[in-house]
């Protein structure tokens, strides 16, 4: 079984910054992959960035250039910084891992931009 969780969220003025943090426990592989998504008041969740083993990073567009994705193997844990955070950023952001075809999901943590 794997456990996942989310911390690091929280309220920022627009323009700011955040760094989220998804730490992993349990049977974790490093060969996994684990991603961030995030889910607004009244709309779907949505994918927003993926890393594989190594360096393999991808991004949605909306967040391309202002997020970025790393992750620490040895602490079982991947981050997401993000910068220059607008408005429309706001939602709850969830950890997922897949790996031996199953995947995990955090309980979530909360960021909101606002002035």
């Known amino acids: 079984q794997v456990q996942l969780v989310e911390s690091g969220g929280g309220l920022v003025q627009p323009g700011g910054s955040l760094r989220l943090s998804c730490a992993s426990s349990g049977t974790v592989f490093s060969g996994n992959f684990m991603g961030w998504y995030r889910q607004a008041p009244g709309q779907q969740r949505e994918w927003v960035a993926g890393i594989l083993i190594g360096s393999i990073t991808n991004y949605a567009d909306s967040v391309k250039g202002r997020f970025a994705i790393s992750r620490d193997n040895a602490k079982n844990t991947v981050y997401l910084q993000m910068n220059s955070l607008k408005p429309e950023d706001t939602a709850v952001y969830y950890c997922?891992?897949?790996?031996?075809?199953?995947?995990?999901w955090g309980q979530g943590t909360q960021v909101t931009v606002s002035s």
């Open positions: 997922k891992l897949q790996q031996g075809g199953s995947a995990y």
